[in-house]
């Protein structure tokens, strides 16, 4: 146990002399939460059951971070590790080959959940976010959506050669996602065609899944089961895929 | 005491390359064994394997007795690893890399005094990304050493090192073995595996072509010392008539002198009494080279 813990704390560390890796998790999801904040408040609207702008946003920033840890970060760093023979290294000791890729996820989990907390408590104090009914429910839906989105960037990081191929793909797959599935904008500005192509995506039924527990709409079924679809099958097809070098 | 590694009939292959094929030696303990041989010989391949890396295709491998595919975890909890290829995450420290490692093991030597010893002590705080190949070097072989291993694996442990640190690194190996632990040195250098290594075998093209002592090699080949020296022009007819020579060539605007017995000192003096007195002379005797060259027909390059 002792060498996972230092493995995780040794982790977190790196993460946080990442300027990219702290700009993204921590700091992108507040600036989106200001800027859009401040131009379009928080008052209650009819057209969105309502509820305020910045209430029916949260949930979306909320699947964006997850999806910039899981999407971005464990693929990106996997393959830098892979490539340059880091995980080589490591495989060399004793340590548990499941404790080196548990030790990135644990630390993904770790900033996800300190970013959300930094994005609610923010919402909260500067915007009067509408926090919900049953944060059992919403904690439950977040975390079947991280396990599930992290499962789908394991696929990403076993068979991504390299940084700079990850770099690139892992935007190619995210950044469209983050538009399309309604975590950055509001779904309902989003055409019918768009919403139908994007149910193809897992953040989307992340943003559904969220946002219907945090609105008190309970917990939607079908969109838990494609997340534990992606999640079985995330898990299924990256322990047949990785590779160590 | 037994061996510390046992490997028969080793083979792996990579696709339709083989990388190795049916190679087969012993380490006793508290040697240094070298496994010497060209880039592509298969020696990476072979000591992947002794470390569990490596699932190979075919053959026997028991290290300290265990399976290394079977027992991996325990066997590299007494096995230290420096693999070439490696790096470490880019923002990680030199000091928290080792205190990191030594968490690994279950009775880890003191990584500060590693640190000391492989002069890392200015580059402690330094960032895995900022240190040279040299620095980078030192600091895998005191990860391979940071769990007090019983048997540790230096792979080409000095490539990258300017020739006044490999001399130091030599002496450091040296020490390692005497402090009881069995060293796998693997090494493309001719002068590294002779000077530094106790037994040796020999690998090319994926098979080992012969193993022994770095004497014991040179002597079985049965070349004979020559001597050497720049010779321009000068009839050297009579070196033939000396004692103990048998060959008189010119290698260019060189005379190689081939024989037996104290051929340097024969030499020297007929060369005197006939008014020839080169700058240069010099005995050269047979090196590991010379075994490789005679048992694959050529030489190992860089």
Not at chain 1, 6 to 31: I, Q, S
Not at chain 1, 137 to 160: C, K, P, T
Not at chain 1, 202 to 221: F, I, M, Q, R
Request: proline share 5%; glycine share 10%.
């Amino acid at each position: 146990m002792t060498e996972a813990w230092n493995m995780t704390k040794t982790e977190l560390k790196l993460f946080l002399r990442d300027p990219m890796a702290v700009f993204f998790t921590l700091l992108f999801p507040l600036m989106m939460l200001f800027l859009f904040g401040s131009i379009f408040g928080n008052e209650p609207d009819p057209d969105l059951g309502g509820r305020g702008s910045v209430d029916v946003s949260v949930p979306g920033y909320i699947a964006i971070i997850i999806g910039t840890n899981a999407i971005m970060g464990l693929p990106i760093n996997l393959a830098t590790y892979r490539a340059g023979g880091v995980l080589r290294r490591f495989r060399a000791t004793p340590l548990r080959p499941s404790v080196v890729l548990g030790a990135q996820v644990a630390v993904g989990l770790v900033f996800a959940a300190v970013s959300s907390a930094l994005l609610v408590v923010a919402g909260r104090i500067f915007f009067g976010l509408r926090l919900p009914e049953d944060p059992a429910v919403v904690l439950g839906a977040i975390l079947l959506s991280a396990a599930s989105i992290f499962a789908f960037g394991f696929i990403l990081a076993s068979v991504l050669p390299n940084a700079r191929t990850a770099q690139s793909v892992a935007m190619v797959v995210f950044f469209p996602m983050m538009f399309l599935s309604g975590a950055a904008l509001p779904r309902p500005l989003l055409s019918e065609t768009i919403q139908d192509v994007a149910r193809a995506l897992p953040l989307t039924h992340v943003v559904t899944l969220v946002d219907d527990a945090w609105s008190g709409a309970g917990l939607n079924l079908a969109a838990m089961l494609v997340l534990v679809g992606v999640l079985a099958a995330g898990v299924a097809i990256s322990t047949r895929l990785f590779r160590w070098e | 005491m037994d061996n510390v590694i046992e490997v028969s009939g080793l083979r792996k292959t990579y696709g339709s390359l083989v990388a190795i094929d049916d190679v087969s030696f012993s380490v006793r303990p508290g040697e240094i064994f070298g496994i010497l041989g060209p880039n592509g010989a298969g020696k990476t391949t072979t000591v992947e394997s002794l470390a569990g890396l490596r699932r190979p295709d075919a053959g026997v491998v028991r290290v300290l007795g265990l399976d290394p595919e079977l027992d991996g975890r325990r066997l590299r909890q007494r096995l230290g690893v420096q693999l070439q290829q490696a790096a470490l995450p880019e923002r990680l420290k030199v000091w928290e890399a080792l205190e990191l490692f030594a968490s690994f093991y279950e009775a880890p030597g003191d990584w500060r005094r590693l640190v000391e010893q492989w002069d890392l002590t200015e580059k402690r705080n330094a960032s895995f990304a900022s240190l040279s190949g040299g620095q980078r070097q030192r600091l895998f072989i005191a990860l391979a050493l940071v769990g007090d291993p019983e048997v540790v694996i230096l792979d080409e442990l000095t490539s990258g090192l300017d020739p006044q640190a490999r001399r130091a690194t030599w002496e450091l190996v040296r020490a390692v073995r005497d402090s009881g632990t069995t060293v796998v040195l693997v090494t493309h250098f001719m002068d590294e595996a002779e000077r530094l290594c106790d037994r040796l075998a020999i690998i090319d093209e994926g098979r080992i072509v012969a193993q022994g002592s770095s004497r014991d090699l040179i002597a079985g080949l049965g070349v004979e010392p020559r001597v050497r020296f720049t010779a321009n022009g000068s009839a050297l007819g009579f070196l033939e008539a000396v004692a103990g020579v048998s060959r008189v060539m010119r290698e260019g605007g060189e005379a190689v002198v081939h024989g037996r017995g104290p051929i340097l000192a024969r030499v020297a003096s007929a060369l005197a009494e006939h008014e020839i007195d080169p700058f240069d002379l010099r005995a050269e005797q047979p090196s590991l080279e010379d075994v490789f060259l005679a048992l694959t027909g050529k030489q190992i390059r860089d």
